[in-house]
């Protein structure tokens, strides 16, 4: 349970973090605002930050009710004083929107009550229209009934709507955070990403997250300046302008006259590149060119969108810009550009789609398309029977969660080995084995990487410049896993145990035990024992296969993370009779653990496609990538039998 004050806390924390880190570069109102929320009495310390953390813009006393803050209009009045709040009207398409149906019906009885009281005395001389007095009369007794868009619907056909506004929104009722109040700046340079926000804060006090120690000192921050401080808060504006605007949805709700406003200021921006080498700034500007690029190309404006995309190189512009050229008709200019691709694909997802527009633009132009790569792997089919808990599961991710289940139980149970150990992985088992290999260089002290305690991986993890910025350590790393060296990998997993890491799954090491083998033992039951799963990965993968398995991932990090095959098949041959397994102490592992030294361990993997499944492509490349480099893989096509 969190404290009562959690909120706070976090809030001073971060206020403190930024302070910190970049004190130096603050303005006088960011100053002002950590002197002027310091000064603030409690109530109003937490009314703020409690106002931050809701979805306004606009808010209203009657709404705000806090067991901790006593004095909650005392708070209101402290905040308006100090300029961190002011009286607002609200929008009224906001206003109606966000009242409840209750409120509506109060403030539309109120109304009408007003109304009668107003006319009575005229229609009982007559001169009232009977028609206004007899509407006013039915709509108070029907009012409740009405769904709350019928009571907008009502108050708009009778003219009523301002009353009702009114009513909603009488003077200093509403009120929003003032421009003083500059939190959303903190936010920004405390987490240094806009994805990150106080909720972060949250996760950790709750244990969810267990975060790696890693330097998030003033020498590492991704700004030196105040100018590319600046930088970052202009280009956050847009890409809140962009989403929130009503630029980013369908083309027909989107108005061209703003969308030709924000490509303006688009325009208006330095490049980051030059005039300040910040590579964050950068690639938050590039990002930019290509979602203002994608939506005029949605629009149809294929050469203004060219042109967009022409502002950098990063993916998808490339491809895009291959596909307006196409549409323009200009596909020889097109086929330059994906040859292109093909040769200096800049990530794997462009090779791919490269291989694609290819084929389209030979034979929109009348030559021969090239063959379509397919990979090498074998494939076999299996039939098995839904077993009750098959049965339970419903929906698509359950269908694929039993088909792979289904298959893994009934590979395990084939003959013909005296061990063999089918294990659902899909893309865990490698990705966790590449995050403890590289733990402490993925959190190792790089300018830019980490700018707060609560990060899973360093913010240029998915980028083009992970590898050449750790390039000597990474290198290093390499070598000594082809020599054969994974200790680091097991002593990571000791060692790290817990800790948050974008690639390193903890439950998959508790999913597989001794018992699993058919044996027991309970020195095996130790959680500071190293798993089973490891041990058999470590044994049956030679130090050189994984670093040619990392070296290859590291081209492409996001998309190699993903596609690996569903099933391990691990083949173990024991020197000894299987009871014999672990029954001796040295067959025991450093920890205690038993050990698979004396045992030869093989492992092929398997992807499990069930009835109208089919591969996608980052399954195909990793599938033919495993038999090229001496692992067999294989895709099985898993069909129900059908007893009735």
């Known amino acids: 349970m969190l404290p009562t004050y959690y909120y706070l806390s976090n809030f001073q924390l971060m206020l403190e973090g930024v302070a910190r880190r970049y004190g130096d570069l603050l303005d006088e109102v960011e100053l002002g605002f950590i002197d002027t929320f310091s000064a603030l009495t409690p109530d109003a310390q937490c009314l703020l930050v409690r106002l931050i953390s809701r979805k306004g813009p606009w808010f209203c006393k009657a709404q705000l009710n806090y067991s901790e803050i006593e004095g909650v209009p005392g708070a209101i009045s402290e905040l308006c004083k100090k300029s961190l709040i002011c009286y607002e009207q609200p929008d009224e398409s906001w206003l109606l929107h966000k009242s409840t149906k209750t409120e ?158 924000f490509c303006q200021m688009l325009t208006e921006l330095p490049d980051f590149s030059k005039e300040t080498a910040n590579e964050k700034l950068n690639r938050m500007t590039q990002g930019l060119w290509l979602m203002a690029a994608r939506q005029l190309e949605r629009l149809g404006h294929f050469e203004r969108a060219l042109a967009l995309y022409g502002n950098t190189e990063r993916p998808p512009s490339r491809e895009r810009r291959a596909r307006c050229l196409n549409k323009l008709g200009r596909d020889d200019e097109a086929l330059g550009l994906v040859e292109l691709m093909l040769a200096e694909p800049l990530e794997e997802s462009e090779r791919l789609v490269a291989r694609r527009l290819q084929k389209s633009l030979h034979r929109s132009l009348g030559r021969e398309a090239p063959k379509p790569w397919q990979g090498e792997f074998d494939t076999f089919k299996l039939e098995c029977q839904r077993t009750a808990t098959d049965e339970s599961l419903e929906g698509e991710e359950s269908n694929a969660q039993r088909v792979e289940q289904c298959a893994a139980r009934h590979l395990s149970t084939m003959q013909g080995e005296p061990l063999r150990l089918c294990v659902e992985v899909e893309n865990r088992l490698f990705c966790s084995l590449f995050g403890l290999a590289f733990w402490d260089i993925i959190f190792a002290d790089v300018r830019g990487a980490f700018a707060n305690p609560y990060q899973s991986r360093p913010s240029d993890m998915y980028q083009s410049e992970f590898y050449p910025r750790r390039k000597q350590a990474i290198d290093k790393r390499l070598a000594a896993v082809a020599a054969g060296d994974t200790q680091m990998i097991m002593e990571h997993f000791h060692q790290k ?104 361990v093989t492992a092929e993997l398997i992807e499990v496609k069930g009835p109208g499944d089919a591969l996608r492509d980052n399954q195909t490349i990793w599938l033919d990538w495993f038999n090229r480099n001496g692992v067999k893989a294989s895709v099985c096509y898993l069909s129900w039998l059908d007893l009735h």
Request: with cysteine; net charge negative; proline share 4%.
């Open 497 to 600: 145990r817990g800790i948050t890491n974008d690639w390193v799954h903890w439950p998959l090491f508790e999913e597989l035990s001794f018992d699993d083998l058919g044996l027991e033992s309970a020195q095996c039951r130790d959680k500071d024992q190293t798993p089973l799963l490891l041990q058999l990965a470590l044994t049956a993968f030679s130090g050189a296969f994984l670093a040619k398995l990392f070296r290859h991932m590291l081209f492409d990090l996001r998309y190699y993370r993903a596609g690996f095959p569903d099933l391990i098949c691990f083949h173990i041959t024991a020197e000894r009779p299987a009871t014999e397994l672990l029954a001796t102490e040295n067959q025991a592992t450093d920890d205690g653990a038993p050990s698979l030294a004396h045992n030869r």
């Open 104 to 261: 509506l019906s109060q403030a539309l009885a109120e109304t009408s009550q007003a109304l009668i009281e107003t006319n009575e005395p005229s229609v009982r001389e007559g001169a009232l229209s009977e028609e206004r007095g007899i509407d006013a009369y039915k709509m108070q007794k029907d009012i409740k009934r009405l769904k709350k868009s019928e009571l907008i619907q009502y108050a708009q056909a009778e003219g009523l709507l301002p009353q009702l506004l009114s009513k909603l929104a009488p003077e200093e009722y509403w009120f929003r955070l003032s421009p003083q109040a500059v939190y959303r700046r903190f936010e920004l340079l405390y987490f240094e990403r806009m994805s990150q926000s106080l909720s972060q804060f949250i996760l950790a006090d709750l244990g969810i997250h267990n975060f790696e120690v890693y330097s998030t000192s003033i020498a590492s921050r991704s700004f030196n300046t105040r100018v590319e401080i600046e930088g970052l808060y202009s280009l956050s504006s847009l890409y809140e302008e962009f989403e929130e605007g009503g630029l980013s949805g369908r083309p027909s709700d989107i108005s061209i006259e703003k969308f030709d406003s």
